[in-house]
């Protein structure tokens, strides 16, 4: 493929019919009201010169290259500020036209320098481009430094890790700063100075580094010449082709163009046609991509009889025959349960098909269990019961017609910017926002966005809050009942429940710490602002009532008819990228594919006549459940897919002791992880730009994950799946990706239209994907519930039993950042560390100094269960008695202090309440009595 | 640390969910969250222990393992 370039129609697209009718140069074109001219002209297929205009930002009418003249209009108006009017004929090519655009052409040459052959923007260079279409031959005012007063030595800005900003190419056409405006709405970037001395600054005269910028990219990816530049392509040049593919980061699942050299990646650059992200990135997605290339990478097969014994590289026939003796051995002393398997969120669906389909064909048992189960098992299990399916309701474009946003245990501008940045936008042009969350997060205030009510609820007490929000909504008679009669079921019920005095925000205030008054102010406005959307995280799900507080949010959307329409819903933020789809593919241990519960006789007899071999009608083991067995003896052997469980499951003391115990613990991985330094079998995993499949993102998109590279280890991870499986004596084998998810689509309702030839067709799907939804559903329950009716639940608060004691008086909530991901294992390998080089505990100026702890002083954070050390921040974000780490760095190991509490149903941790202690690190304190200590120096000594 | 049993500890933190529930509705409703989401190692575990005194479990959660005792007798 070669470099594929996205055509810019130079203005954003107008919704609407295409009603208005006129001619550009005599080709006649309809286009919807408020089009510019020049995205009509692009449309009727003629291109106008232009320097400040581009699809993704709003016109701004600077550049004046675009000029065109209109029959009956004075002048030469700007092209991308001028809209359409019925009937309108224009002129974009005339020798008027051709004189001006010459001048201006004139002008920027200038002030710009004459590298075009040794610039790293040759050959995509947007000013090149009108040089060359405007005719340009000669600047009457000379160039480069011949021209007077002019920028060419302005500094260059090599402070960003990812890329350059270099002032002396730059032609202030603005397009950077609207795109940190606009797209990422960070609102980092400006202009400083007027007319002449006018510059592209980055906050107030600091370097970008040292600026609000997040990185996202927006801006280079918006600046027409080489002034903002990956410095990727200012070391190897230009690419010379692309491949479409999938982020691997976050549940966003932006699509990319890879584009490379050969077989060397020189950017990645996001993708205007990309569903989920429409030509937005991060800078996880944007630029941190070189752990796929770190020497750390493991890329041969390794082998040991004991974890306490040195790695021995083997083949991967040794290594493959090695795994499935092992494991054979292990079942015919132990039983056929006493093995399993765990999958992951960053394998594709068909990765993780291939490990689930092992362990039930070829294991015999449902032993199989996927990283969701530690953040969004309570969203599979909540939403299953209310709606009928574990699902997102909306497409992510769907937040745009938001009227108000309730955005509970979630910090989207770190964990899912690109979905952020459309909430920001959604905000600025008025819509609503209510925070439900302990931490101040920045959407609570940050530039242009501040939300109408943060209710700022002690850890553990969400559904005490949702609960008070229903009662509201039940008792103060702001329930849709037409939409509750027609759509639900159990109201009666529940309606009698949730009236009852005791969750009124009153009764509930001593327990969540929310004012009743401002909690009751936000209900009235979820319920009656119009379109009302929740937008939810592991702030909900990781809890011991996580599937009652989803439950509970399904609850408020019913009541209040919020479901089945754009602009409203419940919609699950998911971590990782896959994490959707290693739940839809059959991953939890009670579930086949597409959540059909194991014991349902005629789902189970679809894969039993497929695959020629019984499956077991009962519950296989949850991750916790195989610690706890491993512990007791009866588990034995497991296989870890993609998924580092020692540095992120909690209660890091019972997981090594569980790991410890295995008599074969394999792992598949890029690296040797934490969960590796246990393992008998390290097997080389294949990073994202090698998979070959589909990841499926939070909003039930299917995307193609497209090879960008061979694998680097030989081999596909499906691939190995398959045959260790043939190892074990089933005859497991695919010739392709793609013929397993035509195998998915053969045995899965929700699938069954899903083929690789239809992704590539249609660039991409969001399941439901049927006959009578040929190109997938972006909302769901739009007639009726998948469940039929919509079903209210009951949802009792019961506190944690993790309560802040004399001894752990604080409690410890645990999140992510915008740099850095998950366990860290992929961006502690990039630049992204400049950023975040050690996980710190942030903590509230009044905690601090009640322990003596100064800012950036070495404490000790301990619970029940471990301690572990790390840097104090102190932060007036963090309410009194929370304090708030992350986990990415195992240095660190936040995990050792949280505990074995988890959700009721689904077991899925409780990550977000540890009670703890906090003290100055005994070396911190023995440095602090030293200073103390020492005898103050007289004047003048 | 906490050295109950895991199939008590989970069990009782499913019972808890369904105390405002009278005592048989709320045993069954547990019961029927055991069956359809625990191993059945797990299960019977849990039976076992109540067949061994049932120490720590609470009122719902024993109701529960009675009723899926008598379901695996059956």
């Known amino acids: 493929m070669s470099l594929l370039k996205e055509p810019d129609h130079g203005t954003p697209a107008r919704e609407g019919a295409a009603t208005v009718e006129l001619t550009v140069d005599g080709i006649p074109v309809a286009v919807p009201p408020g089009t510019s001219v020049m995205r009509a002209a692009k449309l009727a297929g003629v291109d106008i010169p232009k320097l400040c205009a581009t699809d993704s930002l709003e016109a701004f009418g600077s550049c004046r290259l675009c000029l065109v003249q209109i029959d ?112 990422q709405g960070t609102l980092a970037l400006t202009i400083e100075g007027r007319g002449f001395d006018s510059k592209v600054a980055a906050g107030a005269g600091v370097p970008f580094f040292e600026s609000d910028c997040v990185s996202c990219g927006a801006c280079v990816q918006a600046c027409p010449t080489a002034t903002l530049q990956e410095k990727s392509v200012v070391e190897l040049g230009m690419p010379t082709r692309s491949v479409v593919t999938t982020c691997a980061y976050c549940g966003v699942g932006c699509s990319f163009k890879a584009e490379l050299r050969g077989d060397e990646l020189v950017r990645m650059v996001p993708y205007k046609d990309g569903g989920a992200n429409e030509g937005h990135s991060c800078v996880k997605g944007r630029f941190a991509f070189g752990y796929a290339t770190h020497p750390d990478r493991v890329l041969t097969p390794r ?32 039983g056929t349960g006493s093995i399993g398997a765990i999958t992951s969120s960053r394998t594709t669906n068909e990765e993780v098909y291939a490990v689930q389909k092992m362990v039930r064909a070829v294991f015999g048992n449902n032993n199989v269990d996927t990283c969701a189960r530690v953040c969004h098992s309570p969203t599979g299990y909540g939403l299953k019961q209310t709606f009928g399916t574990s699902a997102g309701t909306q497409d992510f474009k769907s937040v745009a017609k938001a009227d108000v946003i309730l955005l509970i245990g979630a910090n989207p501008t770190d964990a899912h910017p690109v979905f952020a940045s459309r909430m920001k936008r959604r905000l600025r042009q008025g819509a609503k926002l209510i925070v439900v969350d302990p931490r101040r997060i920045d959407l609570v205030r940050s530039p242009h966005v501040e939300a109408a009510h943060h209710l700022a609820l002690r850890p553990g007490t969400n559904v005490a809050v949702v609960n008070a929000m229903a009662h509201v909504v039940v008792t103060e008679g702001l329930v849709d009942r037409e939409f509750v009669a027609e759509r639900c079921e159990g109201f009666a019920e529940w309606e009698e429940f949730i009236s009852r005095p005791e969750h009124s925000p009153e009764a509930v205030e ?44 399904a609850n408020l959307a019913m009541a209040t008819g919020n479901i089945g329409r754009d602009g409203v819903g419940v919609n699950p933020l998911r971590g990782q990228n896959n994490v959707q789809g290693s739940c839809d593919m059959g991953s939890f241990p009670h579930e086949l594919p597409g959540y059909r519960h194991v014991a349902e006789d005629d789902v189970r007899g679809i894969y039993e006549e497929l695959w020629g071999t019984p499956i077991l009608p009962e519950p296989g083991l949850r991750i916790p459940n195989m610690f706890d067995a491993a512990l007791d003896g009866s588990f034995r052997g497991l296989f870890v897919q993609g998924e580092d469980i020692a540095q992120s499951d909690p209660n890091t003391q019972h997981v090594h002791a569980a790991l410890a115990a295995l008599d074969l613990l394999v792992v598949q991985d890029l690296f040797e992880n934490e969960t590796a330094k246990f393992a008998h079998v390290l097997l080389p995993g294949t990073s994202f730009l090698e998979k070959d499949g589909t990841f499926t993102n939070a909003e039930r998109r299917i995307n193609r994950v497209r090879p960008v590279m061979a694998p680097r280890t030989g081999k596909h991870e499906w691939q190995i799946v398959c045959e260790i499986a043939q190892a074990m004596g089933y005859p497991m084998h695919y010739d392709s990706a793609a013929r397993i998810m035509d195998e998915i689509a053969l045995t899965t309702p929700t699938f069954a239209g899903v083929s690789f030839d239809l992704l590539d067709r249609v660039g991409s799907v969001q399941w439901p994907c049927h006959d009578e939804a040929p190109e997938g559903t972006p909302i769901m329950h739009v007639d009726g519930f998948v469940r039929g009716k919509g079903r209210f639940v009951e949802t009792t608060y019961v506190p944690t039993r993790e309560r802040s004691t004399r001894r752990f008086p604080l409690i410890l909530t645990t999140g992510r950042i915008l740099t850095q991901y998950n366990v860290g294992a992929q961006t502690r390998r990039t630049a992204n560390v400049a950023w975040h080089p050690e996980d710190v505990l942030e903590l509230h100026p009044h905690d601090a100094e009640e322990r003596g702890i100064s800012d950036g002083d070495m404490v000790v954070l301990s619970s029940r269960v471990g301690r572990t050390t790390l840097r104090a921040v102190l932060s007036d974000r963090m309410p009194v008695g929370v304090c708030y780490t992350t986990f990415h760095h195992p240095v660190t190991g936040a995990n050792v202090v949280t505990t074995e509490n988890s959700d009721w149903a689904t077991n899925c941790p409780e990550y977000k309440v540890t009670a703890v202690q906090v003290a100055l690190a005994p070396e911190q304190a023995a440095v602090r009595e030293e200073l103390t200590a020492r005898p103050v120096p007289a004047a003048g000594e | 640390m906490d050295a109950t049993p895991p199939h008590v500890r989970l069990a009782n933190d499913i019972a808890a969910q369904f105390a405002h529930k009278p005592l048989d509705e709320a045993a069954r409703q547990v019961a029927a969250h055991i069956r359809s989401f625990w191993e059945p190692r797990m299960r019977s575990a849990l039976v076992a222990h109540l067949a061994a005194g049932g120490a720590g479990l609470d009122p719902v959660a024993r109701r529960a393992a009675e009723e899926l005792r008598s379901a695996s007798v059956r």
């Not at chain 1, 021209?147 to 900003?165: L, V």
């Not at chain 1, 082998?303 to 795994?323: C, L, M």
Request: hydrophobic fraction near 35%; glycine fraction near 8%.
């Open chain 1, 303 to 334: 082998v040991r009889e004991s974890f306490t014994d040195p790695w021995r590289e083997v083949s991967w026939e040794e290594a493959i025959s090695f795994v499935a003796r092992r494991l054979r051995e292990i079942q015919a002393e132990h």
């Open chain 1, 72 to 183: 009956g209009a004075r002048g030469t108006p700007a092209s991308c500020t001028t809209p359409v009017a019925p009937g309108m004929v224009v002129h974009t090519q005339t020798d008027k036209l051709a004189k001006l655009r010459r001048g201006v052409m004139e002008l920027y040459i200038s002030d710009h320098p004459l590298d075009c052959l040794t610039c790293s923007a040759n050959g995509d260079c947007e000013l090149q481009d009108m040089a060359g279409v405007t005719g340009l031959r000669e600047v009457r005012y000379g160039s480069g430094v011949d021209a007077g007063a002019n920028h060419m030595d302005a500094p260059k800005d090599t402070s960003n890790p990812y890329f350059d900003f270099d002032a002396s190419k730059c032609i202030v056409c603005s397009r950077c700063v609207r795109a940190c405006d606009e797209i």
């Open chain 1, 510 to 553: 001593d327990i969540t710490g929310v004012p009743a008054e401002e909690l009751r102010a936000a209900a009235r406005l979820y319920a009656t602002a119009g379109n009302a959307a929740i937008y939810y995280g592991l702030g909900v799900t990781e809890h011991s009532q996580g599937s009652t507080m989803v439950m509970g949010m």
